[in-house]
């Protein structure tokens, strides 16, 4: 019986063995597939960053917005000073010398004692 009962012992730790080392396998596989998963990840991540926008474009990205916003006043109030000021000038700092006739003609003929909006209305238009 004796004989029996190291059998039984030496199966049982050769079982036990086999499940550590069953777990030890698993353990190193997930620790290096995660590990590998993360790394995979920061590069795509490195590649996958955007551009920086240069500083000119930017600059025209917030031109037209405050272009956009000036034109949303002026829908509101046709009239108002500071808006058609405002809209003159950007579209000036944009280059279109064209698209802020009108919004100086408007300021010349709602005030007409203001001779900076004429002459500023003159050089706009080349004369």
């Not at 029996?4 to 353990?27: H, N, P, T, W």
């Not at 916003?69 to 009239?79: D, T």
């Not at 280059?95 to 050089?123: F, M, S």
Request: aromatic letters at 6%; charged letters at 30%.
């Amino acid at each position: 019986m004796e004989g029996l009962g190291k059998k039984y012992d030496k199966a049982r730790e050769m079982r036990s063995q086999r499940v550590k080392q069953i777990f030890v396998l698993v353990s190193i596989v997930s620790f290096a597939g995660s590990t590998a998963f993360g790394i995979g990840k920061l590069f795509l991540e490195g590649l996958n960053r955007p551009r920086l926008v240069p500083a000119q474009t930017v600059k025209e990205l917030s031109l037209a917005d405050e272009e956009r916003g000036y034109e949303l006043v002026l829908h509101r109030e046709p009239e108002n000073q500071t808006a058609l000021e405002g809209l003159a000038d950007v579209r000036m700092r944009m280059g279109n010398n064209k698209g802020a006739v009108e919004p100086l003609e408007k300021l010349v003929k709602l005030h007409r004692d203001r001779a900076d909006y004429k002459v500023l209305l003159g050089r706009v238009k080349g004369k």
